[in-house]
């Protein structure tokens, strides 16, 4: 590849050269060929005014036309030129070429000069010029051009061809080396070494492919973290159901317990809680790949909280908390899934729930911004560490490292939660302060 653009890179500096000397020179041709024409034409003018002063004084001095002829010949072999004179009747009498002599002239293509000198008060006769065929004018600029300057530009055309050549080498090098590193750094990602990253100083566009490419690997190096962790979190949570499944029925098959009515409801839990993680998985597998479906209308969005709040007070009642709502008077409906907002609404107030101990207090509020409509759940509980923030909507993630199922469930309900919000085009997110509570708000889009 290197080969090739270096190649390519001289070739367009060597064309550019060409070029460019060849519009030079071309230039100068025409510009010389115009020069050369009005030169042609002054000396002409010059010539044909001397060349009637001259006829002129002839005819002062002789009083006639008699014995011109030699003169007329010289001139025509002097100037290259066919000259012909009459008298004032039209009949030649003198001719460059001899040949019209004492005839009547009629013109064609030439044009005649009438001799009035002031002396005569009258014309004296008229002398017509044909030209003969001189060179080219076109072929004189070239000789002109070659003789003065041609090998100007032959030496200056080799010169800037090598030059072109070292500037090519050098800037070729230069390009091409962050270009080579580019591309080993690719060939080393593509083969799974998400490590790769590239150094390259320049700022120009080089430089952004470069930021780019890094940005990238670590997109990539943080995806397949997070791929990871993920089978790695599925396969610890998969693992702890069927592992007490196990411990029961060996423990059954073994006598040392009796599959009796608790030993059942136990099997039966930990069959729940594995089939709710299965069912997790597969929502959060459409949901990021855009393939849930969501039946959306308008819904009353204060009778969806009140609904929402009212299937978990049981569970706040049974652990000593306050659960309240605050509601305004009158919200416009939402364009929703009721389902799925639903949804939303218990993972928050099941989270919230997990972490406030007894005695505290969770309130769910609402209210118009715009054209959306914000819902928030706050409690009163221990809070989230500031560097565990950023982290809470990914999967399987939970502040308590202890991974236990009172204060952490799945892993999945707030990412879960994240992706069902923007689904309906609107966004979560999360405010928290250790020892003071949480605050989790999202927001949905106000039907038409």
């Known amino acids: 590849m290197t080969s090739k653009l270096q190649f390519r890179l001289m070739a367009a500096f060597t064309l550019v050269i060409l070029v460019t000397t060849g519009i030079v020179f071309f230039s ?15 000396i002409n003018q010059a010539g044909i005014a001397r060349m009637g ?21 010289h001139w025509g072999n002097l100037s290259k030129q066919r000259i012909i004179l009459t008298d004032i009747n039209g009949i030649v009498v003198a001719d460059s070429d001899s040949k019209l002599l004492g005839e009547l002239y009629e013109p064609t293509n030439s ?15 008229t002398f017509y010029i044909n030209p003969d065929s001189p060179p080219e004018l076109g072929l004189i600029a070239l000789q002109i051009i070659f003789r003065r300057i041609g090998l100007f530009f032959i030496c200056g ?24 590193e580019l591309t080993s750094a690719a060939k080393r990602l593509g083969d799974g070494d998400f490590s790769q990253r590239v150094q390259v100083k320049d700022k120009s566009e080089l430089g952004e492919l470069a930021g780019t490419f890094n ?18 979190d599925i396969a610890h949570e998969l693992r702890t159901p069927l592992s007490n499944i196990k411990g029961h029925l060996e423990a059954v098959r ?29 929502e959060l597998s459409l949901a990021e790949a855009g393939e849930l479906k969501l039946v959306r209308q308008a819904e009353n969005i204060t009778e969806l909280i009140k609904q929402a709040t009212a299937g978990v007070q049981p569970q706040a009642t049974a652990k000593g908390l306050s659960l309240s709502i605050d509601l305004p008077d009158k919200l416009p409906p939402a364009n929703i899934d009721s389902h799925r907002i639903s949804q939303v609404l218990r993972n928050l107030l ?30 009163t509980g221990e809070g989230i560490p500031a560097e565990d923030l950023p982290n809470i909507f990914e999967r399987f993630y939970r502040v308590d490292k ?47």
Do not use: C
């Open 157 to 180: 055309g080799l010169i800037a061809v090598a030059v072109a050549f070292l500037i090519t080498f050098f800037l070729s090098r230069r390009i091409l080396a962050p270009v080579e």
């Open 350 to 379: 099941e989270n919230a729930m997990a972490n406030t101990a007894k005695g505290g207090t969770i309130t769910v509020t609402a209210k118009q911004e715009g054209k959306y409509l914000e819902v928030a759940v706050s409690d």
């Open 402 to 448: 202890s991974r236990a199922r009172a204060t952490g469930g799945t892993g999945l309900g707030l990412t879960i939660s994240k992706r069902l919000v923007e689904a309906h085009g609107g966004t979560i997110e999360a405010q928290s302060e250790l020892g003071k509570g949480s605050r989790f708000s999202f927001t949905i889009p106000i039907a038409e």
């Open 254 to 282: 073994d006598g040392v317990m009796k599959p009796d009515a608790n030993t059942i409801r136990s099997l039966d839990e930990e069959a729940t809680l594995l089939s709710r993680l299965i069912d997790d998985l597969q």
């Open 28 to 42: 100068i041709n025409h510009a010389t060929q115009n020069e050369i024409h009005r030169f042609r034409e002054r």
């Open 111 to 125: 044009t005649g000069i009438s001799l009035s000198p002031p002396w005569a008060g009258n014309t004296i006769g």
């Open 215 to 232: 940005s990238m690997a670590s997109d990539l190096e943080k995806a397949e973290q997070l791929r990871r962790n993920m089978v790695a």
């Open 53 to 73: 002063v001259e006829l002129s004084q002839y005819y002062s001095q002789q009083g006639s036309w008699e014995g011109i002829q030699p003169f007329v010949e």
